[in-house]
């Protein structure tokens, strides 16, 4: 039970619960320049009536969903809601409230971030968006992302050629161009209904030099560890202003955290991560909670973690020390509004879709001609409701710290 819905600061919680779901929904082009569709693949949109009923005993009432923009925008400025209005439906029916993705990796055929209209294009599509969704939900509370992680695929299309536009030595430019599109996009939202909640979903990451590093490696690694706020940056208005960026645009910081995002910045020979769980004592590794105090103190907007996940067994280990560490910041007076397990259902890797990750509360049973099967990871699923009975004490011990209004 989420009881943080006032906070110290002010801030109103609009989440119907602190534990959310996310549904892998991404559509990119893979690196073999495939079109992906985890939506389908995963077998989420044949069964979204059981895997929201899934749900209930954790707890979750809030989830992450995509629109897939290459779906939905097969000519340009027509759209085609009939799948979206199906998922609004069934959450409706079933108290789910949906997060949704307008831009989760994939663009529409005929467009890369490169283009000359595509912020025009992204713009028109969150107008359309939001009437839409308005016509089958006219007073709930709408949140929206309207692009997932600026950061990661700016350099994976931008410098590493992984997916749309194929390009190296363009990650700024892709970056600049998609950060354009996201603060148009969000003017767009704003005009058509001003109470629409923005919420960012960026890596969290801490890079670091090596050990004994020389001036330069601690400079060049500083200059890495801070380029991760670039996007938000823009967003915000702190950095390229022309773009017309305002710290208004931010309501929700979104904060995806994996195993490995903490790692070693080293010339020529590829990043070294740092052990997730710092068995030797690296004083360069950071505990998550002194992540989210960086990016709170920069932005001061309340926070969600909004994917976190570990791949195989260690599936219970780390939302263990995960959820420690949520309780340690809350503990302190950062405004953590929630903690999003992605993926929920196990998800298949982009560019060999025959390997699938391991990484979801429900795994996936493969069946020749039929939609992948659920099976709930046991060792998962009891270290969740561990990890939900130790963040309940803490909130309820926040709630009784609250001062009374009479």
Not at 48 to 58: A, E, G, I, N, V
Not at 297 to 326: D, N
Request: net charge negative; proline share 7%.
């Amino acid at each position: 039970m989420n009881l943080l819905h006032a906070t110290p600061l002010g801030f109103e919680n609009p989440f119907q619960s602190f534990w959310m779901a996310g549904y892998e929904c991404s559509d990119q082009l893979n690196c073999f320049g495939n079109r992906v569709d985890l939506l389908t693949i995963s077998g989420h949109l044949d069964q979204l009536d059981d895997d929201y009923k899934q749900l209930q005993p954790f707890q979750i009432r809030t989830v992450r969903e995509g629109i897939c923009w290459s779906s939905v925008e097969k000519q340009p400025y027509h759209y085609n809601w009939t799948v979206v209005r199906q998922m609004i439906e069934k959450g409706r029916q079933q108290g789910i409230q949906q997060v949704w993705d307008l831009c989760h990796f994939g663009y529409p055929d005929d467009l890369t971030p490169l283009h000359p209209l595509f912020a025009r294009r992204f713009a028109a599509l969150c107008r359309a968006f939001v009437d839409f969704y308005r016509t089958v939900d006219p007073d709930g509370t709408l949140i929206i992302t309207p692009i997932n992680e600026v950061s990661f695929i700016s350099w994976l299309g931008g410098d590493a050629r992984g997916t749309s536009p194929y390009c190296v030595k363009q990650g700024w430019d892709v970056k600049y161009h998609l950060m354009r599109a996201y603060i148009e996009g969000v003017a767009a939202i704003r005009e058509m209904d001003a109470h629409v909640k923005i919420m960012s979903t960026e890596p969290l990451v801490n890079m670091v030099p090596p050990m004994n590093a020389t001036y330069e490696q601690q400079r060049k690694a500083a200059l890495a560890h801070h380029a991760q706020f670039q996007a938000m940056d823009m967003l915000t208005g702190r950095t390229c202003p022309e773009l017309g960026g305002s710290p208004d645009y931010l309501d929700i910081q979104g904060l995806n955290y994996y195993y490995n995002n903490q790692w070693v910045v080293n010339e020529g020979s590829g990043n070294t991560f740092l052990p997730w769980v710092n068995e030797g004592n690296d004083p360069r590794w950071r505990p998550l909670r002194s992540l989210f105090h960086e990016a709170f103190e920069r932005y001061g907007k309340p926070i969600v973690l909004s994917e976190t996940s570990h791949p195989g067994e260690h599936r219970p280990h780390w939302i263990r020390f995960v959820a420690e560490e949520c309780a340690a910041a809350i503990e302190q007076g950062i405004p953590l509004w929630g903690l999003c397990l992605y993926p929920i259902i196990d998800r298949p890797d982009w560019d060999h879709l025959d390997h699938w990750h391991r990484s979801g509360l429900w795994d996936a049973e493969l069946i020749p001609g039929q939609s992948p099967r659920r099976v709930l990871y046991e060792p998962y699923a009891q270290a969740i409701t561990a990890s939900q009975r130790l963040l309940d004490v803490v909130f309820a011990r926040k709630k009784a710290e609250q001062p009374r209004i009479l």
